[in-house]
């Protein structure tokens, strides 16, 4: 960063208003890609909430941004910052929200679920769920929806196992999970839905004190029995968790096959040369739009100078892993997807102490996923013409509605 005097730097630029429109395949919003070549530390106003938010486009400032402590994510709650969604997603005291050390003593307790071994098991189980799914949709024959045989239930039963959550709730796990994330849904549903959910929690702990296992409801709540959490927090985070774990990996999937279906070069590259496959997971991590808009935003507690431009004491900043992605000063032509890129330091799983705690998992889950699918069904296309397929709507995370192949 330089060090110019804040009081030299450039302040109040003009507020974009940000209308978030439903997007369709792998579009990148206009928006966003005009404002990080030029206006890349802006405001904007988004749909709900009040006022308006700064907003950084920038690899390295958004990098600047999440990692500094002078940027406060406690300090977001129960504030009515312009965002996409009528409802906050994460629950008061949720990790999302926390700064360290708070933060810190949280992360540690979902770092012991998420431990190198607890990773390796799942793997295992995880290959045999996936073997099932797809001889369902062997049985079912073409045309077959992806989204509802495979990308739904695989990552929904892989973190419900990894919670500890029985497979007979795995569908009402769906169900609420739907209902947060869909902004079309509306605020109150959203909001039913997360207090079901965390009230299925609640109990879900309860019944798992002393249980000693290692699934993560039982570590939460080994957790509030050892006093490192309090259960508002360990529930906060078995929700946070859930919703991240069914529902990023469900719409990140989906996109990765659709990039690979309706990119046939990179396609026949991968099958010729199967090993570049952990390189090309990568690159689909980086160049999928994995969300609409921005996620949770962060307090300035005192004025920061962010690529030359003042942020203000008290004002909310959000920043874009998407444009950090697509940084020309980063990313040789970050416009396109090229499985053969080797260098991709991509921040599609966030940058600092809120780096997504389930990167590891969502990796493990897709490599899983592309490479049984195209070893059993290796003449897979879509069923329908590319502009056919529907794409959600009114989403946070994006991703088709349904993805028909056949084989
Ligand atoms: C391809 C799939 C996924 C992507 C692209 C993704 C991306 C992200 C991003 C960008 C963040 C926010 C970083 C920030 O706040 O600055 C995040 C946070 C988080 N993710 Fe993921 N994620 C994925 C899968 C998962 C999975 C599988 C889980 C859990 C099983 C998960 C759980 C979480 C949680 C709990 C947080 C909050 C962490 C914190 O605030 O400290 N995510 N993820």
Redo the contacts with the bound molecule.
């Keep these: 960063m330089t060090t110019t005097p804040l009081t030299d730097l450039k302040d109040e630029p003009r507020i974009h208003f940000w209308a978030v429109p439903d997007l369709t395949g792998l579009d990148f919003d206009p928006l966003l890609a005009r404002l990080l070549h030029e206006d890349p530390v802006t405001r904007v106003r988004l749909p709900n909430g009040e006022g308006h938010a700064w907003l950084v486009t920038r690899y390295e400032d958004v990098k600047f941004v ?1 990692a500094d402590p002078r940027f406060s ?1 406690q300090a977001v709650y129960g504030r009515s910052i312009t965002r996409v969604a009528p409802h906050f997603i ?1 629950m008061e005291g ?5 700064d360290p050390p708070d ?1 810190t003593r ?2 540690r307790v ?1 770092g012991r679920a ?1 431990s190198a071994r607890a990773l390796e098991t799942l793997r295992g189980h995880a290959q045999s769920v996936m073997d099932r799914l797809l001889d369902r949709v062997e049985e079912h024959g073409p045309p077959a929806d992806l989204m509802a045989l495979v990308n739904r239930p695989f ?1 929904l039963a ?2 419900s196992e ?1 919670m500890g959550v029985p497979e007979g709730d795995q569908p009402l796990m769906g169900r609420w999970t739907d209902g947060i994330l869909t902004a079309g849904a509306g605020r109150e549903a959203g909001e039913r839905a997360k207090a079901d959910m965390a009230r299925y929690f609640t109990e879900l702990i309860g019944r798992s004190h002393g249980t000693g296992q290692e699934f993560l409801a039982a570590v939460l709540a080994d957790a509030v029995d050892e006093g490192t959490l309090d259960e508002q927090e360990a529930v906060g ?1 078995a929700v ?7 529902h ?2 469900r ?3 989906a996109n990765m096959i659709y990039a690979l279906l309706t990119h046939p070069a990179q396609l026949a590259r991968l099958r010729a040369e199967p090993a570049l496959l952990p390189q090309a997971i990568e690159e689909l ?1 980086r160049y ?1 739009p ?2 609409n808009a921005v ?2 935003s ?1 307090i300035a507690l005192e004025d920061v100078e962010v690529g030359g431009v003042r942020i203000p004491k008290d004002e909310a900043v959000y ?1 874009s ?1 998407l444009t950090a992605n697509r940084d020309p000063a980063v990313f040789a032509d970050p416009e396109e997807f090229d499985i053969g890129r080797a260098d991709n330091p991509h ?13 590891m ?3 493990i ?2 490599t899983i996923l592309l490479e049984s699918l195209w070893t059993r069904f290796p003449d897979l296309r879509l069923a329908v013409p590319e502009e056919d397929i529907r794409w959600q709507r009114g989403a946070l ?1 994006r991703g088709p509605e349904t993805l028909p192949v056949v084989w």
């Design positions: 999440s994510r994460p949720a990790v999302g929200f926390a933060h949280m992360r979902v998420f990552p892989m973190v990894l985070l946070l968790i859930q919703i991240g774990g069914a990023a990996v719409n990140n999937s991590l999928i994995h969300r996620g949770l962060r920043v892993y921040v599609s799983f966030g940058y600092g102490p809120h780096y997504c705690p389930g990167s998992l969502a990796r889950e897709s995370i």
